[in-house]
């Protein structure tokens, strides 16, 4: 049960003084947010120009006992964890036509190899992606989100040993789009796809729906074999009249924020 003075500090007083609002102690030394939403780092951020912590200052690092906000220093890297519930899975996506006529499209771009993480990548332009594809994308999305979505990247991409060692470690994509269609158009070999501390797999034509910025995504850790491969369709919908912007999230899979969710991905090597 929600308190009716919930923030981050002690006896609800410091950061935020009743329960919804989010700031800035008086000092600027802590600051207060949603616990499932990391802020802006605050690279620039110098103790010598802030003021001293005042006598009957109430901030600390803590969280709240809602779980809903938290506190932490400026001076520190933010401690907060991705979460959303907004996930789920689509099958038979695509008739057998349709897919015909998505591979020709793949072959009319020029492909982008991505060794680091054992990939070919094909960015599908727009004008390659035949109006029939793009109608039925749209339709998927429309049945699992009311949120007014448009199509703003789609890319092509298969993974095999002819392009590296295939790994995608966890990390947030850290871009503008709201939900992504991970579909996996064909497989010969099992290769779960993991979302924070849980993991999916897919069948061919069927697709996982979720927040690629809200979601810490990853592969399990897998030894593929000569001639395994899995192709994949990654389908980005974001919000054109009120884009977001995740550029601020971590772009490194060391950094701290991501730190839990590797240790977990490790932990399922052999399994």
Known sequence: MKPN??????????????????GFCRCGRFVSHEADSPCKVLDTANEKDYL?????????ESNCPCGEFLSHSVFDSCTAKISSKDISIVTDIFSKEEIEILYENIKANKSESTDEYGRIRYALMSNSVSQKIFDKLHNVIKKVTDLPLQISNVTYVEYNLLYGKPNLPAHVDRDSTELILNIQLE???????GLNFETYSLVDNSALVFNPNKEIHWRVHKEFKDGEYVRMLFVRFGNQEKPSDYSYLPDHPDNEMFKEVREFRDSLRGF
């Open 52 to 60: 001293p912590i005042p006598d009957d200052c109430q901030c600390n």
């Open 5 to 22: 003075l919930c923030n981050a500090s002690p006896q609800g007083i410091g950061h935020s003084g009743e329960y919804g609002k989010i």
């Open 187 to 193: 497989s010969n070999t099992d290769w779960a796809l």
